[in-house]
């Protein structure tokens, strides 16, 4: 049982490129999550999505979009990447919210 | 979803009882109380999560007020290994957002 799966788990990128993360679970739950942690800090909620074909904003979307591609997997894409992105991002989902959520090891994103 | 202050770090002996408390005073009727912790760098781990009763389980326990204002995460017997960052947040049965916060560095020391 893989729980949730994150790709790449490093990854370089110039100012201005685009780039995918990919996110998979294989415990059928319902909800995904996108987070990003900056040194020292907290998770902050990027986006989420509460059940297939619908996602919504967490505290901090601006510069991403997300995909629900099926039940399976959540994508977080950064269409023109920022030093400001320079982050830790986990994936994360739960079968319904009043249960644990399983994270993934998480995206470690520098741009330059 | 309610906001949580939680300590920014604590200190403990090993083999000794951690008692990490966590305020959430703005909780409401309908918002479980969940703690995680994130050793190194790694993806948060989920410990225990509560409505109203106290919960325990083979990592810890999970004390809260009958006010439910506030709650206190219970590591019976720290080790080292139990040296992390510990989140307290609290979640909601909508649809909603939740947020980590800054945590409790937690340190045990031999």
């Known amino acids: 049982n893989a729980g949730v799966t994150q790709t790449p788990k490093f990854q370089v990128l110039k100012t201005g490129q685009s780039m995918t993360l990919q996110c998979a679970q294989d415990?059928?739950?319902?909800?995904m999550y996108w987070y990003r942690q900056d040194p020292g800090m907290g998770l902050r909620l990027i986006y989420y999505s509460a059940s297939e074909g619908t996602t919504d904003k967490g505290e901090v979307p601006n510069g991403y979009n997300v995909s629900r591609l099926n039940k399976r997997e959540f994508s977080l894409r950064l269409e023109s990447a920022a030093p400001s992105q320079t982050s830790v991002y986990f994936c994360a989902s739960d079968l319904t919210r009043d249960t644990e959520a399983f994270f993934g090891q998480g995206t470690r994103l520098t741009v330059v | 979803d309610a906001k949580t202050t939680q300590p920014p770090s604590m200190d403990c002996a090993e083999g000794r009882a951690a008692n990490l408390p966590c305020n959430h005073s703005?909780?409401?009727?309908?918002?479980?109380v969940y703690w995680y912790r994130q050793i190194h760098s790694q993806g948060p781990q989920y410990i225990i999560h509560?409505?109203?009763n106290n919960e325990t389980n083979e990592m810890a326990s999970l004390i809260i007020t009958e006010d439910r204002k506030s709650s206190t995460l219970i590591l019976p017997h720290a080790t080292l290994r139990d040296t992390a960052v510990y989140y307290c947040?609290?979640?909601?049965?909508?649809?909603?957002?939740?947020?980590f916060g800054d945590g409790t560095t937690l340190t045990v020391k031999p």
């Open positions: 509560g409505l109203k």
């Open positions: 415990m059928n739950h319902n909800s």
């Open positions: 703005t909780i409401s009727g309908n918002e479980y």
């Open positions: 947040i609290v979640r909601s049965l909508n649809a909603g957002k939740s947020t």
